[in-house]
């Protein structure tokens, strides 16, 4: 039992981080829209943020320093001051999207419109993070949205065709009818929904919460290895699920409530409400994270005292940023701005910031003088160099596809 508390860190990023509402959303568009063709988006992407995941985790252990901290050193103070502006408007967007995503899911179990529920939404996160211990926010969290596993379920019972499945996995193609800019569009959606920084931030930071050593690098390896994967087999089977239900009528997901069509004839009532535990689970968690990565990035920059477990009087700065920021995004979602436009266009605008993130990590995991013995083999160089010339391409191309495809219409 210990064992599974101890990597209750790297499943609560799995399922708040990976699968929040913009992997649910893009991965039931996906699936509906084009098949398993994007699978090796999401295969990428899972790849990718294990690799840069257990670099950040190792960082915190040895080097004893946050993802945040690092970026300031090495990129200098006023440029990494461009990437905390980029990082607090996607955090402030990712919490947005999230808040409402909850307030949807609440809208799903009582019919009433989701705006009513978002100023209650904004609040619970608020007192998650206020209140709740981190080993509670990490393994209730974490262990309810795995009620997602229920998609992997539903393919079972329906009509699916799994040599189809299989075929348009390892044959990725654009599917007739549909045009090469909004199949890519979406493919960055999908990697963006993956990788996106706050991930990276929360996860290292969460280490130096809990206090990492070297004595935990098991550990820190442990969640990195079973935990994003967990959230890639999760983001496939949501996409595969819609293949069945979904894709030969040509729907076109809009309502989160869409995405649970295939659960729900599958396993009807039961299959919903497991459904809807795990949005709500997976919103919810996601909305603390990217809340405390809004916290911890702009703490780690100006050197304030920073931690879910310090109180508000001795890091009153960092709650107060915290706090500031759900405020802010409750309001804008109070807008009746539509969550998932949100959604859409926070994943793919973090797609095009990632690495001014992902650079100085990799510098740091490469520095002995921080890292010692602990420092990136060479073939760990060799595919993270290849992983961040994958994520400067998404970077460069991600703006003309969504001025090409009016953001995948």
Request: proline share 4%; with cysteine; hydrophobic share 60%.
């Amino acid at each position: 039992m210990k064992v599974v508390f101890n990597l209750a860190l790297g499943v609560m990023t799995a399922i708040g981080g990976f699968v929040d509402i913009g992997n649910i959303v893009t991965s039931g568009i996906t699936g509906a829209r084009f098949g398993m063709t994007l699978a090796w988006a999401v295969l990428l992407g899972t790849v990718i943020m294990v690799l840069y995941g257990e670099m950040a985790g190792r960082v915190a252990a040895v080097g004893h320093r946050a993802v945040f901290d690092v970026v300031r050193e090495r990129l200098g103070v006023r440029f990494a001051l461009v990437n905390l502006l980029a990082s607090t408007v996607l955090s402030l967007l990712t919490l947005a999207a999230e808040i409402g995503g909850v307030a949807l899911v609440l809208q799903l179990f009582t019919g009433v419109n989701y705006v009513i529920w978002v100023p209650l939404a904004g609040a619970a996160v608020w007192l998650a993070i206020w209140r709740l211990p981190f080993p509670v926010l990490e393994t209730v969290f974490g262990l309810l949205g795995l009620a997602l596993l229920v998609f992997a379920a539903a393919l079972v019972l329906l009509p699916t065709d799994w040599s189809l499945l299989w075929h348009e996995m390892t044959h990725p193609a654009v599917p007739s009818g549909e045009a090469w800019p909004t199949w890519l569009f979406y493919a960055i959606s999908l990697l963006g929904a993956c990788i996106v920084p706050y991930q990276v931030v929360f996860f290292s930071s969460g280490g130096r919460e809990e206090g990492w050593s070297v004595a935990d690098m098991r550990r820190a390896r442990a969640n990195t290895l079973i935990g994003f994967p967990l959230g890639g087999v999760l983001s496939l089977a949501i996409m595969a699920a819609m293949v069945p239900v979904l894709r030969p009528d040509s729907v076109d997901v809009k309502h989160l409530g869409q995405v649970a069509l295939p659960v729900a004839q599958a396993f009807g009532v039961l299959g919903l409400i497991l459904t809807f535990i795990g949005f709500a689970a997976c919103t919810f968690a996601a909305g603390a994270e990217s809340a405390l990565s809004l916290g911890y990035s702009v703490s780690q920059y100006f050197g304030w005292s920073w931690g879910k477990w310090r109180r508000p009087a001795d890091a009153p700065r960092f709650h107060l940023v915290c706090l500031a920021g759900t405020i802010a995004a409750t309001a804008f979602m109070l807008t009746t701005i539509d969550p998932i436009t949100v959604t859409i266009v926070s994943v793919v605008l973090g797609a095009a910031a990632i690495p001014l993130t992902y650079l100085p990590l990799l510098v740091v995991a490469n520095d002995r003088e921080y890292m010692g013995r602990y420092v990136n083999k060479r073939w760990q160089n060799g595919l993270a160099m290849l992983a961040l010339l994958v994520m400067v391409v998404v970077s460069v191309v991600t703006l003309p596809l969504i001025f090409a495809t009016k953001a995948g219409q």
